[in-house]
């Protein structure tokens, strides 16, 4: 894949990465513009995870008919989400437009990684992911700030007919000049044949559990880690504000070393290097953590860590199947949604312990997914 097509639709993965994002920050901003509380948006975006969870189930009808198909569907499902907000703004077409925006992620991200791996040999793979992955990193430092800015100078709903048209374009883009993969052969059980192989093969289960434990591990410190801030150093908005900037540059900096390293080291090594290196930041932070600068410094180390090992994951999973890549991808997709609910469900009690707790559920999860990694090393390459 030319580097000029990968860095295109790293910028097309900009704009979906934007609009899943934007939502957090203007959530509030949101809630005033349709007269409606927090909690309602807050329900809408529940509603979006909830339908995430079963697209794996929905790829399967889509892969055998190409690359291409599943790519030119999820940019049609975005931009028609983004066009129903654009001319009819209210509460119903933005709880629409969550969801038809999270489908087109959910098939355009997998049916493209499938057709960039199709077309890159396993040993530059980890460098064209990290390509890739930059557009989660860039849609928070820049497509997030480029949002704000159209919602001071216009309305709240501007960036949806702005996204909306940048994807139109995408779209356009997208059936003018990409000639498909080849089209993966039927499976010989059927439609849910390749579902039924990843559900009962040990290798592909442990493949999928590496994301899920490792993201329910990063989730038990997400959900608590303001609260730590503000409990220790009851500086709740200066504080978050600096932890938000750092998560920021510590996904850039970890799809950098992605870049740089995990190629050269090999995709088994590199998820297992990752996860050691997370599990030492977790044991660092509560050490470290009884200053202001030592907690956000302790911080940037978890994220970044955490930031390779997710993406180091994702070339290593796109091999694990390929005949069945799209629906691969899409289950490991599905685990870290799984591993982040897990940890979103135990971090409050675990919180109301001790911190250092939530440090110990942290090592434990991403044990586990180095003992999945161990496994799945002893059976791919």
Not at 44 to 60: E, K
Not at 115 to 130: I, K, L, N, Q
Request: aromatic residues 12%.
């Amino acid at each position: 894949m030319s580097r000029i097509k990968l860095f295109t639709y790293t910028a097309i993965r900009v704009v979906l990465n934007t609009a899943h994002r934007m939502v957090y920050p203007f959530l509030a901003v949101f809630a005033r513009g349709l007269g409606v509380d927090a909690q309602s948006i807050s329900a809408l975006i529940a509603n979006r995870a909830l339908v995430g969870s079963f697209t794996p189930f929905i790829i399967p009808f889509l892969e055998p008919r190409g690359r291409k198909f599943g790519m030119l569907l999820g940019l049609a499902c975005f931009v028609f989400g983004m066009g129903l907000v654009a001319f009819a703004p209210s509460t119903t077409t933005l709880g629409i437009a969550l969801v038809l925006a999270l489908l087109g992620k959910a098939l355009f991200d997998p049916s493209l990684t499938a057709y960039m791996s199709d077309h890159t040999p396993y040993s530059e793979r980890g460098s064209a992911v990290a390509i890739l992955e930059f557009a989660w990193s860039l849609a928070f430092v820049l497509g997030v700030p480029a949002v704000g800015w159209m919602i001071s100078r216009f309305d709240w709903s501007a960036p949806f007919i702005v996204l909306g048209v940048l994807g139109a374009a995408a779209l356009l883009f997208t059936a003018l000049t990409l000639k498909d993969s080849h089209v993966p052969s039927r499976h010989a059980d059927g439609i849910f044949g390749s579902t039924k192989q990843i559900l009962t093969s040990p290798v592909t289960l442990a493949a999928i559990s590496i994301g899920l434990t490792v993201s329910a591990a990063n989730e038990v410190v997400n959900i608590v880690f303001g609260l730590w801030l503000e409990d220790s150093f009851h500086l709740q908005i200066a504080a978050l504000g600096a932890a938000s900037a750092i998560i920021g540059l510590s996904e850039l900096g970890g799809e950098g070393l992605v870049f740089t390293l995990v190629d050269r080291l090999g995709k088994v090594r590199a998820t297992g290097l990752g996860i050691l290196a997370n599990c030492a930041a977790a044991v660092l932070l509560p050490f470290i953590g009884r200053t202001q600068t030592g907690a956000l410094t302790g911080l940037f180390l978890f994220y970044i860590t955490f930031e390779f090992t997710i993406v180091a994951i994702i070339p290593l999973i796109s091999e694990v199947m390929p005949g069945a890549r799209v629906t691969m991808l899409s289950f490991a997709g599905a685990g870290h949604s799984v591993g982040r609910a897990i940890g979103a469900w135990l971090a409050p009690p675990l919180y109301g312990i001790a911190f250092a707790y939530i440090m110990g559920a942290a090592i434990l999860f991403n044990l586990l997914g180095l003992a999945a990694v161990w496994y799945v090393s002893g059976h791919h390459d």
